[in-house]
Nanobody
Framework: QVQLVESGGGLAQAGGSLRLSCAAS????????MGWFRQAPGKEREFVAG??????????YYGDSVKGRFTISRDNAKNTMYLQMDSLKSEDTAVYYC????????????????WGQGTQVTVSS
């Protein structure tokens, strides 16, 4: 099994930056596709970013609302995934969730095996 623990959330000013981390436990972290989702009050859960395994060249994917501003990465040696968030907007305010699955299609649509507990990101204007 895989356990996911998020950190790095908090309060930022519009135009500022935050970096989220997701630490994973498990014997085969490198075999999992990873991603971030978010959910704002009164809105549906939204795909933010994803990163595939090394066998799929660590290809990255981003939701339209964050392209050019957020960067996803992973360090398999540390069993950790990151989300660098730059040029933050008030619309980025949400609870952010770390996710993992061995199947990319499942991860992309959010019907996946493993979720973190969520971390709050608040951006003030």
């Amino acid at each position: 099994q895989v356990q996911l623990v998020e950190s790095g959330g908090g309060l930022a000013q519009a135009g500022g930056s935050l970096r989220l981390s997701c630490a994973a436990s498990g014997r085969t972290f490198s075999a999992y596709h990873m991603g971030w989702f978010r959910q704002a009050p009164g809105k549906e859960r939204e795909f933010v970013a994803g990163i595939r395994t090394i066998w799929d060249a660590r290809r990255t994917y981003y939701g339209d609302s964050v392209k050019g501003r957020f960067t996803i990465s992973r360090d398999n040696a540390k069993n950790t995934m990151y989300l660098q968030m730059d040029s933050l907007k008030s619309e980025d305010t949400a609870v952010y969730y770390c996710a993992a699955d061995r199947n990319w299609d499942r991860l992309r649509v959010g019907v996946l095996d493993y979720w973190g507990q969520g971390t709050q990101v608040t951006v003030s204007s």
